[in-house]
């Protein structure tokens, strides 16, 4: 009897193991963006336009292997812009958006092992597609380009409940020059729902 209530207490210990141990994460943003740099010379508002989701998988207690994708756009109305393309000028109200989509791979280090608050820094690196439009009247111009990108990243993830938590973080998107598009950058303030397994 006494080696029965020891297994049991063995076996509902090792459960209860696996069962706290967190294996992954998968989160769903809200972002607000903020151009810097080249983005800030052709839009320079900042947008709440933006959500992105990421997966990241625990290879050690404290570092996690993952990948993000998102979108966010920027928007600006221009008065009395020229815009010139090949011979033609057109002079007007400008609307100018850029969507950009980026997909990364990423790794992430969190500071502590346990505990409700987690402060973590990451990186990610892959690749944004930028989709800008520019509408004029009944004219539009639009061009998409793919640039190779890296994202650094600080934040803090708080845990009140054993599968569920909320994250906060600043991330910063740089992609580089391609043929016709010198490189972007944006900061990124986002807010997100973790559901943790």
């Not at 994460?25 to 983005?39: C, D, K, W």
């Not at 973590?120 to 800008?132: Q, S, V």
């Not at 890296?150 to 909320?166: D, I, K, N, S």
Request: proline fraction near 3%; aromatic fraction near 14%; hydrophobic fraction near 35%.
């Amino acid at each position: 009897m006494k080696k029965s209530i020891i297994l049991v207490a063995l076996l509902v210990m090792v459960f209860a193991g696996t069962t706290q141990a967190q294996t992954s994460l998968f989160s769903i943003n809200y972002s607000v963006s903020v151009p810097t740099g080249n983005t800030a010379d052709y839009i320079d508002q900042v947008s709440g336009r933006g959500i992105k989701i990421q997966y990241e998988r625990f290879i050690k207690r404290n570092f996690t292997i993952g990948g993000e994708l998102g979108s966010y756009t920027l928007y600006k109305r221009e008065e009395n812009k020229v815009y010139t393309e090949g011979s033609a000028s057109l002079s007007g109200v400008q609307y100018r958006y850029q969507n950009s989509y980026p997909i990364l791979a990423t790794g992430t280090y969190y500071a502590n092992e346990t505990g409700k608050f987690r402060p973590f820094a990451g990186l990610g690196m892959g690749t944004i597609a930028h989709d800008r439009e520019i509408d004029m009247g009944v004219f539009t111009s639009q061009e998409t380009h793919w640039q190779f990108a890296l994202r650094p990243e600080l934040g803090v993830l708080y845990r009140p409940a054993q599968y569920v938590g909320f994250k906060l973080g600043a991330k910063y998107y740089q992609s580089f020059s391609s043929s016709n598009l010198d490189g972007q950058s944006t900061v990124g303030i986002d807010l997100g729902i973790v559901f943790i397994r």
